[in-house]
């Protein structure tokens, strides 16, 4: 079983920046691809972005290209998410998550193995 653990969630201003991590724990995650994820009031949960096992790859959907970045520590465990010139419409609750077995980053978003239970940034304006 994994333990996915999210962190760096707060209030932050338009135009701001928060890094957002998470730590795993409760087995090795080698060949999996992590990812973020965002659920913001009276919407469906969307897919953010994802990272290979190397971190070589990398995946960003366009909502986010440009001002958002995955990246991941495989000694430490953790997967981060560096996001820059937040605006209001990216509050929401950000989920970490692992999916094994698969080829292409994008196929995360239809299904992961393992959730977080999530941090919540908001955005004022």
């Known amino acids: 079983q994994v333990q996915l653990v999210e962190s760096g969630g707060g209030l932050v201003q338009a135009g701001g920046s928060l890094r957002l991590s998470c730590a795993a724990s409760?087995?090795?995650?080698?060949?999996?691809?992590m990812g973020w994820f965002r659920q913001a009031p009276g919407k469906e949960r969307e897919f953010l972005a994802a990272?290979?096992?190397?971190?070589?790859?990398?995946y960003h959907a366009d909502s986010v290209k440009g001002r958002f970045t995955i990246s991941r520590d495989n000694a430490r465990n953790t997967v981060s998410l560096q996001m820059n010139s937040l605006k209001p419409e990216d509050t929401a609750v950000y989920y970490c998550?692992?999916?094994?077995?698969?080829?292409?980053?994008?196929?995360?978003?239809?299904?992961?193995?393992?959730w977080g239970k999530g941090t919540l940034v908001t955005v004022s304006s």
């Open positions: 990272v290979s096992w190397s971190g070589g790859s990398t």
């Open positions: 998550a692992a999916k094994g077995g698969i080829y292409y980053l994008s196929q995360m978003k239809n299904g992961v193995d393992y």
């Open positions: 409760g087995r090795t995650l080698t060949n999996y691809v």
